[in-house]
């Protein structure tokens, strides 16, 4: 069965910092991956969706930046952190079956900026 | 351009009783809608989806939900609430990302609170 990691669960980080959150995915092959942010626990963001090995896109310009080194690893990354990239950050994975992806969901990081 | 609306920021419910988490959508073509559930301080879980069929589509924890075309709703609904179930819900339609990929656009989110 198909399995999705994130870590760290938690960070704490000051403002101006780099940021480095990792997402990998077991038990599927070329998935698409997504990078949300939730704030104040309500509606997600779409961040960064990406298709293929190298290949990314972004949804709404921003601070932060992904990549995707290996078929099941998606990394979101900041090399100065704002008070605003506070939040949670959930990755998701999809496959698509006859035209239709359902994604599923990673347990997410929580990062706090101060 | 696709959306989801989810008009009640909360719903109360009493333990044992039926409950209802409404979502409306708006989108060209034929939707493809989705309901997920998140608990405190975890990611979304999937519950269900509806692609085409049968209107009336079953998920998990006992939880189900009603594609109504003419309404252009997706209400989410269970017979008989548990404490358990309190969470907060989102409903999802299936967008169009840049380049043809498919997304999904998520309601606001609506809290459920289940009481004993």
């Known amino acids: 069965s198909q399995t999705i990691h994130q870590w760290p669960a938690t960070l704490v980080q000051p403002v101006g910092s780099p940021l480095s959150l990792e997402c990998t995915v077991e038990g599927t092959s070329n998935p698409n991956l997504y990078w949300y942010r939730q704030a104040a626990g309500r509606g997600l963001q779409l961040l960064f969706y990406?298709?293929?090995?190298?290949?990314i896109s972004s949804e709404v310009p921003q601070n932060l930046s992904a990549s995707r080194p290996q078929d099941r690893q998606f990394i979101l990354s900041s090399k100065k952190l704002l008070l605003s990239d506070s939040g949670f950050y959930l990755c998701?994975?999809?496959?698509?079956?006859?035209?239709?992806?359902?994604?599923?969901f990673g347990p997410g990081t929580r990062l706090l900026v101060l | 351009a696709q959306s989801v609306a989810q008009p009640e920021d909360q719903v109360n419910v009493a333990e044992g009783n039926p409950l209802t988490v409404k979502c409306t959508y708006s989108?060209?073509?034929?939707?493809?809608l989705f309901w997920y559930v998140q608990y405190p301080n975890r990611g979304l879980q999937f519950l269900l989806k509806y692609i085409t069929g049968d209107n009336l589509v079953k998920g998990s924890y006992g939880f189900e939900a009603e594609f109504n075309k003419s309404q252009t709703s997706f209400h989410l609904k269970k017979p008989s609430a548990l404490v358990s179930d309190s969470a907060l819900y989102f409903c999802a339609v299936r967008g169009v990302l840049s380049g043809g990929y498919n997304k999904l656009i998520f309601g606001a989110g609506t809290r459920l609170a289940v009481h004993p």
């Open positions: 989108v060209s073509g034929n939707p493809y």
């Open positions: 990406s298709v293929g090995i190298g290949q």
């Open positions: 998701a994975w999809s496959v698509s079956l006859a035209g239709v992806e359902t994604q599923y």
